[in-house]
């Protein structure tokens, strides 16, 4: 069965300190992997996808097959970063599954 | 704007009485989808649509109906609504399919009494 898991929902770290969100997945196919994100009195919304390979808001992500895992990092954390992160796998052609969710709080 | 719009945002209703989110897009997309969002659960698809007339099932399609009868529109229909269908609701769509960037709406607030 496929499955995305965050293992924290909450996460806090300081203003400039690394930030590591975790997301690992479950699934027997080729993954695609995304990550979305929900700022305060904002609508969900797609930070990266992993086939871009792309840095977003200086946001990156690597797909690890071995270890099934996608998490996010940051190498400096920003209050801004403050939000609801969602770590979701495309299964099947018009499936897409969503973790439980991560809110991270940066504080000052 | 391009954007999705879900009405209404709160909504407050009791055990069986009929109800119907609205969800209208304006970007010409193909794809539309909605999800509910509950605490522990992160979101889960109810239903999706692929193009007009060619709907399907999500996770969780028990107690719901959809209906694209036109491009831009894709509402969730709650024949009898209970109380374990008290949940945050939002709509997406994309271009094409699930690969593509998802645009989503503001999301409804549903609360069954």
């Known amino acids: 069965a496929q499955r995305v898991t965050q293992p924290e929902k909450l996460l806090s770290v300081f203003k400039g300190a690394p930030v590591e969100l975790k997301c690992n997945y479950s699934?027997?196919?080729?993954?695609?992997l995304f990550w979305y994100v929900q700022y305060s009195r904002q609508r969900l919304q797609l930070l990266l996808r992993?086939?871009s390979r792309e840095s977003i808001k200086g946001f990156t992500a690597d797909l690890n097959k071995g270890e099934t895992s996608f998490h996010l990092k940051k190498p400096f954390a920003q209050e801004e970063d403050s939000a609801m992160y969602y770590c979701?796998?495309?299964?099947?052609?018009?499936?897409?599954?969503f973790g439980q969710g991560t809110r991270l709080t940066i504080n000052p | 704007e391009a954007q999705v719009t879900q009405n209404p945002r709160y909504l407050i209703t009791v055990t069986g009485k009929k109800l119907t989110v609205t969800c209208s897009q304006n970007m010409n997309h193909e794809y539309m989808s909605w999800y509910r969002q509950d605490p522990g659960l992160g979101l889960r698809q109810i239903y999706y649509?692929?193009?007009?007339?060619?709907?399907d099932k999500g996770d969780v399609p028990e107690g719901y109906k959809v209906s694209r009868k036109e491009k831009r529109n894709f509402p969730l229909i709650l024949e009898s609504p209970s109380p374990n269908q008290t949940s945050l609701y939002f709509c997406?769509?994309?271009?094409?399919?699930?690969?593509?960037?998802?645009?989503f709406g503001s999301g409804t607030q549903l609360s069954v009494l």
């Open positions: 979701a796998l495309r299964a099947g052609a018009q499936k897409l599954v």
């Open positions: 699934y027997s196919g080729s993954p695609e």
């Open positions: 997406a769509s994309s271009l094409y399919g699930q690969s593509e960037k998802l645009f």
């Open positions: 649509s692929m193009n007009v007339e060619v709907t």
């Open positions: 992993h086939i």
